[in-house]
């Protein structure tokens, strides 16, 4: 199979998240027992400036919170539910939800991720030291170990670009329920594939979940998307030049030049609502003040201009698919 540089860099991003939220641990803004267990030599890792840190915080709290209240809603008559996590790489939300009250509410969690990620996943899990397999309980390997399935969680390689019509029966056809609420996560992973093949990844879990002869009543589906956009400007460019100069390409992030366009990528698949907020937004509107005081007092930061300007240029998108209620579903609308 042939190796290309360009997804080299990309699956490199996956350290960087993976570091981000180390340090943002660290330092105290997050709490998360597992991320240390993903990352080698985690506590000789470099710390990350305030502003990442930050960053990282407002971002995580907010899809946190956004998983949190789709379980809420979705499971209200105790019906399980279904998360597919897409460009999963070194997340540990899965290990925080089974530590956590919503635990039997999770049917099944499945994260998918280039081959090599996954592989290096499943030796992390596999780890008696970590930690992470206490929580699964028992887990089986397949695929030469780049798959890992337990009998709620399954991490499977894949190639999300390729046409998922030749993958996706396969790999989820035994596991995943066309008839359960299902939320799907791509955090920061779809600019790094072209708009033709992120819309035709969501356009196929748009069709799974479809009414058809075989489920006649399909689960809600409720999609989740955190990326950069509006890389137009001279901000934009700076954060693009960063990127390119380490070899990433984002062929994904140009037709999203404004915080408006981003529902377009739900609603022209059916979706029946959707919604989009910057990180700034979040951070002022929606971040409790005392938990604004309690960050703002871990570290000292000198640049706010820079910060707003990066928290500016990251979103939030989150859209629902359902017959019933949707505007129940987006609790920030
Ligand atoms: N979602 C995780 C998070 O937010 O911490 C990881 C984000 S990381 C920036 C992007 C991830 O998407 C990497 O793990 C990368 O390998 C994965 N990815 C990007 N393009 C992919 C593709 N075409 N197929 C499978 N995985 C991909």
Redesign the pocket.
């Known amino acids: 199979e042939r190796v290309h540089d360009a997804?080299v860099a990309?699956?490199q991003?996956?350290s960087?998240?993976?570091l981000a939220?180390l340090s943002a641990v660290r330092k105290g803004y997050l709490n998360d027992r597992f991320i240390s267990s993903l990352l080698p030599r985690a506590h000789l890792q470099p710390l990350r400036p305030p502003l990442i840190n930050i960053g990282t915080y407002v971002?995580s709290e907010a899809i946190d919170r956004l998983v949190e209240q789709w379980l809420e809603l979705s499971t209200a008559e105790g019906q399980l539910c279904q998360i597919v996590?897409?460009?999963?790489?070194?997340?540990t939300r899965f290990w925080r939800l089974m530590d956590g009250p919503r635990k039997e509410q999770i049917g099944a969690y499945f994260e998918?991720?280039?081959p090599?990620?996954t592989l290096k996943k499943a030796m992390a899990i596999r780890n008696p030291k970590s930690g992470l397999s206490t929580i699964l309980g028992h887990s089986e390997l397949d695929l030469g170990g780049q798959a890992l399935h337990s009998s709620r969680y399954h991490l499977l390689?894949?190639?999300?670009?390729?046409p998922p019509a030749d993958i996706f029966p396969g790999l989820f056809k035994e596991y995943l329920s066309p008839a359960l609420p299902t939320l799907l996560?791509?955090?920061?992973?779809l600019v790094?594939?072209s708009p033709e093949?992120s819309s035709n990844l969501i356009q196929w879990f748009v069709d799974f979940f479809s009414p058809s002869t075989r489920t006649p009543s399909p689960g809600t589906l409720g999609c989740t998307v955190?990326e950069m956009f509006g890389l137009e400007d001279a901000f934009g460019q700076v954060m693009m030049n960063n990127l390119r100069a380490r070899n990433v390409s984002l062929p994904g992030a140009k037709p999203y030049s404004s915080l408006e366009s981003l529902p377009t990528r739900f609603l022209r698949h059916g979706f029946t609502s959707a919604k989009a907020l910057t990180l700034r937004n979040i951070k002022s509107d929606y971040i409790e003040p005392s938990e604004l005081e309690r960050i703002s007092s871990l570290e000292m930061l000198d640049e706010v201009e820079e910060l707003n300007l990066v928290l500016e240029h990251y979103a939030i998108t989150w859209g629902v698919k359902t017959s019933v209620s949707a505007a129940t579903m987006s609790p920030w609308i």
């Open positions: 997804d990309i699956r991003t996956d960087d998240a993976a939220r971002r996590s897409l460009g999963a790489g070194s997340d998918l991720d280039f090599d990620v390689p894949c190639d999300l670009r390729n996560l791509f955090e920061c992973v790094y594939m093949a955190y």
